[in-house]
């Protein structure tokens, strides 16, 4: 079972239920999200986008560092993980609606560290030093960005996409 499905499972329960709840017989160890709860979730915010519009802000840095983009990025707005369709949803309705898990604050927290490893790559590379640029990008950068592909496809399929 993956890391976010231990905390976002949909279950079908009667209408009079809470939209959230501890399963009793998996020993209180998972929320269970209903399934309109969990609908209502999906109608805010796109996974697969976010993942797409990841893996591209990914891609967009390995172009820039191996000379084959000419596009100039700001590292100082690249750092601000709140302006990118999903920083604004986890910062805002994402962290209203399941803020309280811990799961969450993880997925906020590793999604903050890439744009923090992002903007020190264009950093790195804008001051003419492409190896230290090429090394952030292939280890740290990388790893959070793996992190934060890895929770979003676990929230996805705890959400039941």
Excluded at 80 to 93: A, H, I, S
Excluded at 148 to 157: G, N, P, Q, T, Y
Aim: hydrophobic share 35%.
């Amino acid at each position: 079972m993956g890391f976010f499905s231990r905390f976002f499972r949909i279950r079908e329960q009667d209408s009079s239920s809470p939209e959230t709840t501890w399963a009793v017989e998996d020993n209180g160890s998972e929320l269970v999200l209903d399934e309109e709860y969990a609908s209502m979730l999906m109608t805010e915010i796109d996974i697969d986008a976010a993942i797409i519009s990841h893996e591209g802000w990914r891609l967009q840095l390995q172009d820039m560092v191996h000379g084959r983009s000419s596009e100039v990025t700001r590292p100082e707005r690249i750092c601000q993980d709140d302006r990118c369709d999903l920083g604004r949803w986890l910062n805002g309705t994402g962290q209203a609606r399941l803020g309280h898990y811990p799961a969450f604050g993880m997925l906020v927290a590793r999604h903050r560290y890439f744009h923090q490893q992002a903007a020190a790559v264009i950093t790195c590379f804008q001051a003419g030093d492409q190896t230290q640029a090429l090394q952030l990008l292939n280890g740290r950068c990388r790893h959070a960005s793996n992190q934060v592909l890895l929770l979003l496809k676990e929230l996805k399929r705890g959400m039941g996409q």
